[in-house]
């Protein structure tokens, strides 16, 4: 699977900032503050130039064990630190294999401020293929077809369902993306998948892991509701332990309180 | 108005207990004041600010009469580098303990006669309890390592009876090394605070279980009660959150985030050094409770769709649901009767603080309104403390702070201000002290783990950055 979540990601929360533009049950934009998504805009400065950081990682999405290139560039910094590699050169590259789905949070510092920047490498976690085919990446689309569809397609039409702080009903962007999200799953009855439920870092740790079980199940529920089958539906909740993004503001709080829909293998 | 008896007779030594005092205001008269089972330190200043209810304070009363002790260094009879740094080990952890006890006016080390007894016969105890010394009671004793063994005396005279001085004498004897160096000096100290604390037992034979943030993995661990000896009790290599420590020392339960099947109570046995069987089951199985008995386990469960807390037996047998109204974690037994259980739930939409009968009869609603987290009941029964943000919401960023309840009235103090966001308190066994996470810039991988006096005083780190979630063991 080469699901672009970075992409799906990037899609997801512009859909959601024109609907917050539109509902304005927002007062805060998220234009003036730092780093949001994978950008690293600059950070408030006193002076000097503030420094930029942009954090990619290729490929997205990989296999458990295999490994993915991080590649950093940075302008106006003196010092850039990845979480779990350490302090590292301005600009460079480092090919890393993580264990498990990681965000990886680049500090980039300078004499004009602090910048972040951050990239999701997704691990899938090896499961038997269903169809029993080893080569398991064209089994897909080779014996299932159209019921299957392709990832690229289900990150297209399957997109994530995002929640106001501290709550698990479905706003009505949300409504709309759970029914896109169903049309697309009737359409490919062999697809199984995960509904993950996140919070945003505020809180408690233990109350967030029932909230997030809250918000993936009303997400379920909304899938049930339009026709798909609960058998092919499998919720957990990650409570505030698997955050997308790190920066203590309300764009990134919204990145992280959401129900993600993920093929299940 | 209220006099909640402590353990002990009327009469018993002053230095032990917390006075709560409600004020209408700061620095107005004192309405009411009663006693509860804690101890320690001088009468605060005002440190609460009004709010819209009579705000209280906890006083810890250190009293005038705390006895004075003076602590010599331990006498190295073997003359090797090892001896040495056990002995230093052992002198600085011993006076750490006595320190912290919060009943002792522990003399200066900067004061005490400069001859090292170690021996009863050894010591002038004229000396020690002269002035500029003047101490009421004094430890002493040796070290040595014989055969890989450290041996130590340990001896606690009175020097006001210099005819009959002996109040204890002590041998200890253990493998030689400098863990069991500080083992050695809190079991001595534990012993002395025993005999001279009026009923207080010594908490520095304690353990801190906790969660060890190492990098996205979150394993658990155990601490000394004063941050010494921290090492990993799991190497799991998964997401592991809220240990909870049995009664009796055996058995660690915690919950474990597994990729397939979401979080999962996990059980791990500290005498066999490995995972026991603890079943598995739907939806999100989180913040496991043990009740004062050790044969029952109340943790939140969604496994019949919404999250509520549950009851099972430490096998996770005959597990049973007690509440029915949602988003329901964190749940702790009343320790000293083990027949209530505080929880906190998010029916009324933000999370909220409630006690029920451990039946799951007679909910009560204890705070307000903001976000509450987290609690833990204090071994007397009497106080909750727990993690509080009064403002929160959309435009209130506020603060997560830790703070005290007393249960009878639902009033409340504040014992954390300014140091960032904490949370997970949890009581020391002796109800005098609060060990609590703290996270100072927001960045959840900074959260550290501190103490504190009851009152909120002699707050100091016990790790550095990367540790969460602290359990206090029960003994």
Redesign the interface.
């Known amino acids: 699977m080469t699901a672009p979540s970075q992409a799906l990601k990037l899609t997801a929360s512009a859909a959601l900032l024109s609907l917050l533009l539109a509902g304005g049950c927002h007062k805060k934009q998220p234009t003036n503050t730092a780093g949001s998504g994978v950008d690293g805009a600059p950070g408030l400065t006193s002076d000097g130039v503030a420094p930029t950081a942009t954090l990619t990682a290729d490929p997205l999405t990989i296999e458990q064990g295999a490994s993915v290139v991080l590649n950093w560039r940075t302008t106006n910094a003196t010092s850039v630190t990845i979480d779990g590699l350490g302090t590292l050169p301005v600009n460079g590259t480092q090919t890393v294999s993580p264990a498990n789905s990681t965000n990886f949070h680049l500090v980039a510092k300078g004499d004009g401020g602090t910048v972040e920047s951050n990239v999701r490498v997704t691990v899938l976690v090896a499961q038997p293929p269903t169809t029993g085919n080893t080569t398991g990446q064209v089994a897909d689309t080779d014996t299932n077809g159209a019921a299957m569809g392709s990832a690229a397609e289900f990150a297209a039409n399957v997109q994530d369902v995002f929640y106001d702080y501290d709550s698990f009903d479905l706003r009505p962007d949300a409504v709309t993306a759970a029914a896109n999200a169903a049309r697309y799953l009737n359409a490919h009855p062999a697809i199984r998948v995960l509904v993950a439920g996140y919070c945003d870092d505020r809180g408690s740790a233990e109350y967030n892991i029932t909230l997030g079980e809250n918000r993936a199940n009303a997400a379920k529920t909304a899938l049930v509701n339009a026709g798909v089958s609960a058998s092919r539906l499998r919720v957990v909740s990650y409570g505030k332990e698997r955050q997308f993004c790190t920066e203590d503001n309300e764009s990134c709080w919204q990145e992280n309180r959401r129900a993600q829909f993920t093929l299940d293998r | 108005m209220i006099t909640i008896s402590p353990n002990r007779t009327p009469t018993a030594r002053r230095g032990s207990s917390i006075l709560v005092r409600m004020r209408n205001r700061c620095k107005t008269t004192v309405a009411t004041m009663w006693r509860a089972a804690l101890l320690g330190a001088a009468t605060l200043g005002c440190g609460v600010a009004a709010h819209a209810q009579d705000s209280f304070s906890v006083v810890i009363d250190k009293g005038a009469d705390r006895i004075r002790i003076a602590v010599a260094d331990f006498k190295q009879q073997t003359p090797s580098p090892a001896s040495a740094s056990y002995k230093r080990a052992f002198d600085a952890t011993l006076y750490a303990d006595l320190g912290a006890a919060g009943i002792f006016d522990l003399v200066s080390k900067s004061v005490i006669p400069q001859v090292t007894p170690g021996f009863p016969v050894e010591i002038n105890l004229n000396a020690w309890a002269s002035p500029p010394t003047g101490a009421a009671m004094v430890a002493f004793g040796n070290l040595s390592v014989q055969n890989d063994r450290l041996v130590v005396n340990g001896f606690l005279d009175d020097a006001k009876n210099p005819q009959y001085p002996q109040i204890f004498a002590k041998q200890y004897n253990e493998q030689a090394n400098e863990d069991a160096a500080r083992q050695i000096a809190h079991r001595f100290a534990d012993e002395i605070i025993a005999r001279l604390g009026g009923g207080v037992t010594g908490i520095a034979e304690t353990k801190i279980y906790y969660v060890r943030i190492l ?2 993995n ?1 394993e658990i661990w155990e601490m000394d009660y004063d941050g010494a000896n921290q090492h990993a009790i799991t190497k799991l ?1 998964a ?1 592991s ?2 240990p909870r420590i049995s009664p009796d020392n055996s058995r660690l339960a915690f919950s474990t ?1 597994d ?1 397939r ?3 999962q109570i996990k059980m791990y046995s500290l005498l066999l050094n490995r995972l026991v069987t603890f079943p598995a089951s739907g ?2 199985n ?2 496991p409770a043990w009740a004062p008995s050790g044969n029952q386990l109340a943790f ?1 469960s ?1 496994r019949t ?3 509520e807390i549950w009851v099972s037996d430490p096998e996770g047998r005959i597990a049973h649901k007690l509440t029915s109204f ?5 749940p702790t037994w009343n320790p000293k009767t083990g027949a209530q259980i505080a929880f ?1 739930s ?1 029916r009324t ?3 909220q603080l409630y006690i029920m009968d451990s039946d799951g009869s007679g909910v009560q609603r204890m705070t307000d309104g903001g ?1 509450a ?2 609690p833990s009941w204090s071994p007397n029964g009497q106080f909750l403390t727990f ?1 509080w ?1 009064r403002k ?4 209130a960023p506020g603060g ?1 702070d830790i703070y005290v309840m007393e249960i009878t009235t639902k009033r409340w103090i504040q014992l954390t201000h300014d140091i960032g966001r904490c ?2 308190p949890s009581w020391s066994p002796d109800g005098r002290h609060i060990v609590f996470a703290n996270d100072p810039d ?4 900074h959260t550290r783990i501190m103490s504190m006096l009851a009152d909120g005083t002699e707050k100091h780190a016990l790790t550095g950055s990367g540790a ?2 602290p359990n206090w063991s029960w003994k």
Not at chain 2, 326 to 330: A, I, K, N, V
Not at chain 2, 442 to 445: F, L
């Open positions: 990098g996205a979150k290599g997401t959150l809220s985030l990729p099947f979401g979080f939806g999100a989180i913040s939140s969604s769709g919404q999250s949602g988003l329901g974690s964190s906190i998010g939409s933000l999370p976000y987290t987290s993690a943000n929160y919401g959309p435009g997560q949370d997970f927001g960045r959840a991988d969460d979630m």
